[in-house]
Structure formats: C-alpha cells, structure tokens
C-alpha cells in the first residue's frame, strides 16, 4: 500500500452509503429514529471502504442507512 494523502479528524461514512443524487453529487440517508431523510454531501479521501463527507446536513454522531449486502 502506498499512501499519498491522509485526513485527520473527519466525518467517514460507509462508502455504500453514498447515493448518486439526480443531477449530479452524493447524498447519504440521515436515520432519525424510525424516519430517514435524504442529505446532500461532499465527498473527499477514500480507503477502507470508508469516504470523507461533508455538508451542512450531516454532523458526527449521525446515524447513516447502508444497504444489506
């Protein structure tokens, strides 16, 4: 492994959280109890099947819908 960038002290989701919004851009499903909302964000490293975001409708501590696998 070579690694050519690193971050410190970001928001990391599942990358197959993301989903490709109509229109162009990534948006994650926020879970609010037993509802979920569609948030837009803006992605940046990615490695370990985890990917940087952020935007002003997602903070730490959120939780994120993933699909079953």
């Given at each position: ?28 499903q926020v879970v609010t109890g037993t509802t979920s909302h ?12 985890l990917i940087q975001v952020s935007g002003s409708g997602i ?11």
């Amino acid at each position: 492994d070579i690694t050519t960038q690193t971050a410190a002290n970001v928001l990391a989701v599942p990358v197959n959280a993301l989903l490709a919004l109509q229109g162009g851009g990534y948006g994650v499903q926020v879970v609010t109890g037993t509802t979920s909302h569609l948030v837009g964000v803006t992605t940046g490293l990615y490695g370990d099947n985890l990917i940087q975001v952020s935007g002003s409708g997602i903070g730490a501590g959120m939780r994120v819908e993933v699909p079953s696998s």
